[in-house]
């Protein structure tokens, strides 16, 4: 798995979204120079992270970006999904989004060496991401 810019300035706008969290919403373009991400982008991240029903906007003078849920209810890896999909390095391992192999000559039998290690891969990668929160990840706490 390798960690998109989309996903990279989704992490970053959603830190400053939960350092204001309950206390004021922010625009777009506030985040957006605070955290050297283009605009342009960021529209687009902000936009997924809406559908997904992480965030909220208003408009007006008062209008902006906000959580939607407290910052120790949204998990990193349920961001990265939205904006990468799954966490899983090959599609034969997703939880999420399987497919199975077609080229693979391990495809019709019981065991297959390529998708124990990348099983093993993804559970170490959705087993941090996943207990891995807002909170946590804007106070600076690390998992373990």
Not at 17 to 44: K, S, V
Not at 75 to 82: D, M
Not at 117 to 130: E, Q, S
């Amino acid at each position: 798995m390798k960690l998109s810019k989309k996903s990279e300035y989704g992490l970053r706008a959603l830190l400053e979204l939960t350092l204001a969290y309950g206390t004021t919403t922010l625009q777009r373009h506030d985040i957006a120079a605070r955290q050297h991400i283009p605009i342009e982008f960021l529209e687009q991240i902000l936009l997924m992270l809406k559908r997904a029903g992480l965030i909220s906007s208003r408009r007006g003078i008062k209008g902006g970006y906000t959580l939607i849920k407290q910052p120790s209810d949204i998990t990193l890896g349920q961001i990265i999904r939205t904006l990468d999909g799954p966490l899983a390095p090959i599609g034969c391992v997703s939880k999420t989004a399987y497919q199975k192999c077609r080229d693979c000559p391990y495809a019709n039998k019981a065991r297959c060496p390529v998708q124990e290690v990348m099983g093993t891969v993804r559970d170490a990668i959705a087993g941090i991401l996943d207990h891995y929160t807002l909170a946590d990840f804007s106070s600076g706490r690390r998992r373990g």
